[in-house]
C-alpha cells in the first residue's frame, strides 16, 4: 500500500511524521500526505473523508495550512450518521473560527442537528455553536439554545446554558430571552447544570441592567438558600475536592451573590449570614478552602456595608498573612488593597503583620507590602512605622533600596508633624540610603532647613556627625557640604543648641577638612561645585583659613573641566583681590520659598505656554518669573531649530547654585536671559541675573567664548567698569553696577509702542457667544517682535465673571502675557476686556506665526470653556 494514500490509517502518518530527523523531513512528509488528501477531495472518497480530516486536524496542530479541507468538515456535518458528524465538527471547531465566511453555509445543518431527536448529535451541535458562534449565528440559532435549556437530559442542558453564554456575549440584546431559563436552571439540583446556570445567571447581570434587577428581585433567596445546601451538604464523593463539597459551585454562587449585593441593602442583608457560615466554616488548610475563603472575602467586601462581616474578613487575609504559600500572601495584599478605601481602621490591626511581609524575600510581596504600608500611614502612627521602615532601609537588599527609600521619602514630607522630626528621619535615610535618595528629595531637604531658622546649628551638627561615618554616601555629601558653607559659624561656635542637646568642639579648620575630603573623594560636578561653593563662603567666615581654603581653590584653576576649571578662576579672584565686597558676595542664602518649590516640584508646564492668571513670583535669587500655566501644549508642535530648555523641580537648588548642565541657547531678538558659563557667579551669589539685550557697543562680558584672562577682566569690572556708549551705559552699565554691590535690581527694558510700524486688525475668534479681535504693532529695529493688543467682546445678553485668557503657542515662539484690564465682560458688547501679549518669533520670515488659545469665564454660575485656533495672523509676523 502506498504509504501516503487516502487509505493511510492516521496513526501511521504520526508515525512517519516522528520518524523525520529534520524540518525538512517533516515538510516532506507533510506535503506528500496533504497532497494525497487534495486528491481524495477531488475524487469525492467518501469511504475516506472522515479519515482524511482526522490527519489535516493533526496537520494544523502542527502549523501547517489546512484551509482547503475546510468544505470536507461541511461535508460530514451534513452526513446521517454520528461518527461523520463528530470529525466533522471537532473539525469544524479546530479548522475554522467565526470570522470565516464558510460558516454561513453550516447555520443550517447545525440547526437541523439542535433539532435532532438524538440527543447526541444535539450536543456535537451545541459544543460547536459555543466554541465558534458568530453574531449572526447566535441571532439565527437563539430560539433553538433556548428551547434546549429545558431539554430533559441534564447533560443537553448543561451545554445549552454554555452555549447561551456565548450567545448574550455575541449579541448583549438577546439577554432578555434568557432570564427565565436561566433563574429555572438555578432550582436544578444537578450540580453540572446549576454550574453552568449559575455562570448564565452572572454573565446575564453583567450585559443586561433589567437582568440584573429582575434577578434580583426573583432569585437572592433561592441562591442563599442553594450556598447553605452546599455548605451543609453531606460528603459526596462525585464532587469532594480535598474535603470540600464542590469548591467550583461555592465560589461560582459567591461571584454571583457579590453581583447581586452590590448596591442594593436589602439583598445584602439577606445574604449577611450565609457569608458568615462560609467564612467560618470554611476548612483553610486546604487550597480549595483558601479559594472560597478568598471569594467570600471578595463578595463581603463587594456588597453594602456590615462593619462586623468586613471585620471578618479582614481576618482572614489576615490569616492568609501568616500562610507559607506565597501565592495565598500575594492575593491576600491586593485584597487588603482594596479593604483598606472601605475599612482602614479593620486594616491597621495587621500592621505588624505587614511590616514582616515588607522583609519577606519574595520580590513580589515586598513591593505590595509597601504599597500597602504606604496607604495605612496617618498622623497616629507616623513615627511608628518609619522608624521600623528606616531599621529595615539599613539592611534590605540595593535592588529594593530604591523603591523603599521613594516610599520613606514620600511619607516623611507628607505627614511629617514638625520641622526637627522631619530633619532628623531625612538625615537617617541619608546615609543609609545613599545615592537611592532623588535629587529634588534632598533639594526639598535644603529647602526645608533655610526655613528653620531655630534649627540651623542643630542641623549642621548633626550633619557633620553623619559625615564623617558615612562621607561615602554622595548625597549626605551634598546637604553637608551646603549646610557647611551657609552656617560654618554655628558649627564651630556651637550656637543654636538645642534643650538636651550634646555640643561637640570642631575647629575651623575641621569644618574645611569636610569639604576638602568631599571635593577630593567626590567627582561628580555639581558635587565638586558646590564644594567650591562652600569653601568660598567658609573663605570670608574662617579668617584663619582662607589661604589654605584659596590653595585648595587654585587647584582646580587647571582642571579639564570647563566649569570647575571658571569656577575656580572666579572664586580666586574674588578671595585675592575683592575683600571689601566678598562679605556682601558671600551672606547667607535667603530662606527658600517653600510654596514655589513645592509647585515647580509637583511638575513644570512647556515654556511656550502662558497665562493671563500667571502672577510673578519672587523668587530668591531675585530673578522674577512667572507662576506655570495649568495649559499644557495645546499644539504639540515641536522645532527641530530651536531646543526649548526644560525646567523641573529638580533644578530649583541647581539654578541657585548656578550648576547648569544643559548647553547654553542662544536667541537673536528675544528678550529672555540666556544662560552662559561666565554669568554663574551671579546666579551663585543669588543677586540678580544680567539684562538680555545687549548694543553691538557693549562689551561681551558674559560671552561663553571668553578665556581665563577675560572671566579675571570681567571680575575687575565688578568694581571698576570699563567705559560704555551712553546707549548701553544707560540701558546696563548702572544697573549692573547696582547689582554687584547689591543695592538695587536691574531694570527691565521697556517695549517701545511708540513709532512702530501698524498692521491690519484681524478677527482672531468668534463664536455665538464671544468676540476676539487682535491689534498688531512692530517696532522697525526689531521684525522678530510683535505687540499684540487683544480686545474681547461679549456678544450674550448675560455677564461673564471669572474671564480668563489661555495661549500656547510653538516652541520657536517666545509668548508673554500681560494681566487682562478686568475680569468681568460686560453684556451685549457694551464695553470690552483688553489684554496685551508680547510675542516673539525666533523663526522670523521661515515659520509663520499660529496660536492656540483657550478662554474661560462663568455665565449664571456655570462654568464655560471655548477653545480655537488662529491661523489667520497676518504674513508679516
Given at each position: 500500500m502506498n504509504p501516503f494514500s487516502s487509505g493511510t490509517r492516521l496513526r501511521d502518518m504520526i508515525r512517519a511524521i516522528r520518524a523525520c530527523k529534520t524540518a525538512a523531513e517533516e515538510r516532506a512528509v507533510?506535503?506528500?500526505?496533504?497532497?494525497?488528501?487534495?486528491?481524495?477531495?477531488?475524487?469525492?472518497?467518501?469511504?475516506?473523508?472522515?479519515?482524511?480530516?482526522?490527519?489535516?486536524?493533526?496537520?494544523?496542530?502542527?502549523?501547517?495550512?489546512?484551509?482547503?479541507?475546510?468544505?470536507?468538515?461541511?461535508k460530514l456535518i451534513a452526513s446521517p450518521g454520528f461518527p461523520e458528524k463528530r470529525i466533522g465538527y471537532l473539525g469544524l471547531m479546530l479548522l475554522l473560527d467565526e470570522r470565516q465566511e464558510v460558516l454561513m453555509l453550516v447555520t443550517n445543518s447545525i440547526k437541523q442537528d439542535l433539532n435532532h431527536t438524538n440527543q447526541y448529535i444535539a450536543g456535537l451541535a451545541l459544543?460547536?455553536?459555543?466554541?465558534?458562534?458568530?453574531?449572526?449565528?447566535?441571532?439565527?440559532?437563539?430560539?433553538?439554545?433556548?428551547?434546549?435549556?429545558?431539554?430533559?437530559?441534564?447533560?443537553?442542558?448543561?451545554?445549552?446554558?454554555?452555549?447561551?453564554?456565548?450567545?448574550?456575549?455575541?449579541?448583549?440584546?438577546?439577554?432578555?430571552?434568557?432570564?427565565?431559563?436561566?433563574?429555572?436552571?438555578?432550582?436544578?439540583?444537578?450540580?453540572?447544570?446549576?454550574?453552568?446556570?449559575?455562570?448564565?445567571?452572572?454573565?446575564?447581570?453583567?450585559?443586561?441592567?433589567?437582568?440584573?434587577?429582575?434577578?434580583?428581585?426573583?432569585c437572592t433567596d433561592g441562591l442563599v438558600k442553594v450556598l447553605k445546601d452546599v455548605v451543609n451538604s453531606p460528603y459526596a464523593p462525585e464532587y469532594d475536592v480535598s474535603g470540600i463539597a464542590d469548591p467550583f459551585l461555592h465560589i461560582r454562587l459567591l461571584k454571583l451573590l457579590c453581583l447581586l449585593g452590590q448596591g442594593d441593602a436589602d439583598a445584602s442583608d439577606t445574604m449577611n449570614d450565609i457569608l458568615a457560615q462560609v467564612a467560618t466554616k470554611t476548612e483553610s488548610k486546604k487550597n480549595a478552602g483558601n479559594a472560597i475563603l478568598y471569594e467570600c472575602v471578595a463578595t463581603i467586601m463587594g456588597i453594602e456595608d456590615?462593619?462586623?462581616?468586613?471585620?471578618?474578613?479582614?481576618?482572614?487575609?489576615?490569616?492568609?498573612?501568616?500562610?507559607?504559600?506565597?501565592?495565598?500572601?500575594?492575593?491576600?495584599?491586593?485584597?487588603?488593597?482594596?479593604?483598606?478605601?472601605?475599612?482602614?481602621?479593620?486594616?491597621?490591626?495587621?500592621?505588624?503583620?505587614?511590616?514582616?511581609?515588607?522583609?519577606?524575600?519574595?520580590?513580589?510581596?515586598?513591593?505590595?507590602?509597601?504599597?500597602?504600608i504606604y496607604l495605612l500611614v496617618n498622623e497616629s502612627n507616623v513615627k511608628s512605622l518609619t522608624k521600623e521602615l528606616i531599621d529595615y532601609l539599613e539592611v534590605c537588599d540595593s535592588e529594593f533600596k530604591g523603591d523603599l527609600t521613594a516610599k520613606i521619602c514620600s511619607i516623611v514630607e507628607k505627614f511629617s508633624p514638625e520641622k526637627i522630626w522631619y530633619i532628623d528621619q531625612m538625615l537617617k535615610i541619608l546615609p543609609a540610603a545613599g545615592n537611592h535618595v532623588k535629587e529634588e528629595v534632598w533639594h526639598a531637604l535644603i529647602v526645608v532647613i533655610t526655613n528653620a531658622s531655630d534649627l540651623h546649628g542643630y542641623t549642621v551638627r548633626l550633619l557633620y556627625r553623619a559625615v564623617q561615618t558615612a562621607g561615602e554616601q554622595e548625597t549626605l555629601v551634598r546637604v553637608a557640604v551646603w549646610c557647611i558653607g551657609e552656617y560654618g559659624e554655628m558649627l564651630v561656635n556651637n550656637a543654636g543648641m538645642l534643650a538636651g542637646e550634646n555640643p561637640i568642639t570642631v575647629t575651623e579648620s575641621e569644618a574645611v577638612d569636610v569639604v576638602e575630603t568631599a571635593i577630593r573623594r567626590h567627582l561628580d560636578l555639581p558635587t565638586r561645585s558646590m564644594c567650591l561653593i562652600a569653601l568660598l563662603k567658609l573663605s570670608s567666615r574662617f579668617s584663619s583659613c582662607s589661604q589654605r581654603i584659596n590653595n585648595i581653590v587654585l587647584h582646580y584653576k587647571g582642571s579639564l573641566v570647563l566649569e570647575l576649571q571658571q569656577r575656580a578662576i572666579e572664586f580666586n579672584s574674588i578671595i585675592e583681590k575683592h575683600h571689601n565686597i566678598r562679605s556682601a558676595l558671600v551672606e547667607r542664602m535667603p530662606a527658600l520659598d517653600e510654596a514655589t518649590y513645592s509647585s515647580r516640584r509637583a511638575g513644570s508646564v512647556p515654556a511656550a505656554v502662558s497665562t493671563s492668571q500667571g502672577a510673578p513670583l519672587n523668587l530668591p535669587n531675585g530673578v522674577s518669573k512667572h507662576t506655570s500655566s495649568p495649559l499644557v501644549d495645546l499644539l504639540d508642535l515641536?522645532?527641530?531649530?530651536?531646543?526649548?530648555?526644560?525646567?523641573?523641580?529638580?533644578?530649583?537648588?541647581?539654578?541657585?547654585?548656578?550648576?547648569?548642565?544643559?548647553?547654553?541657547?542662544?536667541?537673536?531678538?528675544?528678550?529672555?536671559?540666556q544662560k552662559s558659563s561666565n554669568d554663574v557667579l551671579l546666579d551663585l551669589l543669588s543677586i540678580g541675573t544680567p539684562p538680555a539685550q545687549s548694543s553691538p557697543s557693549m562689551p561681551n562680558m558674559f560671552s561663553p567664548n571668553q578665556d581665563n584672562t577675560n572671566s579675571l577682566?570681567?571680575?575687575?569690572?565688578?568694581?571698576?567698569?570699563?567705559?560704555?556708549?551712553?546707549?548701553?551705559?544707560?540701558?546696563?552699565?548702572?544697573?549692573?553696577?547696582?547689582?554687584?554691590?547689591?543695592?538695587?535690581?536691574?531694570?527691565?527694558?521697556?517695549?517701545?509702542?511708540?513709532?512702530?510700524?501698524?498692521?491690519?486688525?484681524?478677527?482672531?475668534?468668534?463664536?455665538?457667544?464671544?468676540?476676539?479681535?487682535?491689534?498688531?504693532?512692530?517696532?522697525?529695529?526689531?521684525?522678530?517682535?510683535?505687540?499684540?493688543?487683544?480686545?474681547?467682546?461679549?456678544?450674550?445678553?448675560?455677564?461673564?465673571?471669572?474671564?480668563?485668557?489661555?495661549?500656547?503657542?510653538?516652541k520657536f515662539i517666545q509668548l508673554h502675557l500681560?494681566?487682562?484690564?478686568?475680569?468681568?465682560?460686560?453684556?451685549?458688547?457694551?464695553?470690552?476686556i483688553t489684554q496685551k501679549l508680547r510675542v516673539t518669533n525666533s523663526q522670523h520670515g521661515k515659520k509663520s506665526l499660529v496660536m492656540r488659545i483657550r478662554i474661560g469665564y462663568k455665565m449664571n454660575d456655570k462654568d464655560i470653556l471655548e477653545e480655537g485656533q488662529i491661523k489667520n495672523f497676518p504674513p508679516d509676523l
Open positions: 507533510v506535503r506528500k500526505e496533504c497532497a494525497a488528501i487534495r486528491a481524495a477531495i477531488s475524487e469525492n472518497d467518501q469511504d475516506y473523508s472522515h479519515r482524511n480530516l482526522a490527519k489535516l486536524m493533526f496537520i494544523h496542530m502542527l502549523g501547517y495550512p489546512t484551509h482547503f479541507g475546510q468544505m470536507e468538515c461541511l459544543c460547536a455553536l459555543g466554541n465558534i458562534c458568530s453574531a449572526e449565528m447566535a441571532r439565527d440559532l437563539a430560539l433553538e439554545v433556548e428551547r434546549l435549556l429545558q431539554f430533559k437530559d441534564p447533560n443537553i442542558r448543561k451545554k445549552a446554558a454554555l452555549c447561551s453564554i456565548r450567545i448574550i456575549k455575541k449579541v448583549p440584546e438577546l439577554a432578555e430571552n434568557f432570564v427565565n431559563p436561566a433563574a429555572a436552571l438555578l432550582k436544578e439540583k444537578h450540580h453540572g447544570v446549576l454550574l453552568t446556570g449559575v455562570q448564565l445567571c452572572t454573565d446575564l447581570c453583567k450585559v443586561s441592567k433589567e437582568a440584573l434587577e429582575h434577578l434580583r428581585k426573583k456590615n462593619g462586623g462581616l468586613r471585620v471578618l474578613a479582614v481576618n482572614i487575609l489576615g490569616k492568609f498573612l501568616s500562610s507559607r504559600d506565597n501565592n495565598i500572601r500575594y492575593v491576600a495584599l491586593n485584597m487588603l488593597m482594596k479593604a483598606i478605601a472601605l475599612d482602614a481602621q479593620a486594616v491597621q490591626r495587621h500592621r505588624t503583620t505587614l511590616l514582616e511581609c515588607v522583609k519577606d524575600s519574595d520580590a513580589s510581596i515586598r513591593k505590595r507590602a509597601l504599597d500597602l515641536t522645532s527641530d531649530d530651536v531646543t526649548e530648555p526644560r525646567s523641573s523641580g529638580g533644578d530649583f537648588l541647581q539654578d541657585l547654585l548656578g550648576v547648569d548642565h544643559s548647553p547654553a541657547l542662544s536667541r537673536p531678538g528675544t528678550n529672555q536671559t577682566d570681567m571680575l575687575d569690572t565688578l568694581t571698576s567698569p570699563p567705559a560704555l556708549s551712553a546707549q548701553a551705559s544707560s540701558a546696563v552699565g548702572s544697573s549692573m553696577m547696582d547689582l554687584l554691590d547689591g543695592f538695587a535690581a536691574s531694570s527691565s527694558v521697556p517695549v517701545a509702542e511708540k513709532n512702530g510700524l501698524t498692521l491690519p486688525s484681524i478677527v482672531a475668534f468668534e463664536s455665538s457667544s464671544l468676540r476676539i479681535t487682535f491689534n498688531f504693532s512692530k517696532q522697525p529695529e526689531n521684525p522678530q517682535a510683535t505687540l499684540i493688543e487683544a480686545q474681547f467682546f461679549n456678544k450674550s445678553p448675560n455677564i461673564y465673571s471669572n474671564f480668563t485668557f489661555q495661549a500656547a503657542v510653538p500681560d494681566p487682562a484690564s478686568s475680569d468681568t465682560l460686560s453684556a451685549s458688547g457694551n464695553g470690552s
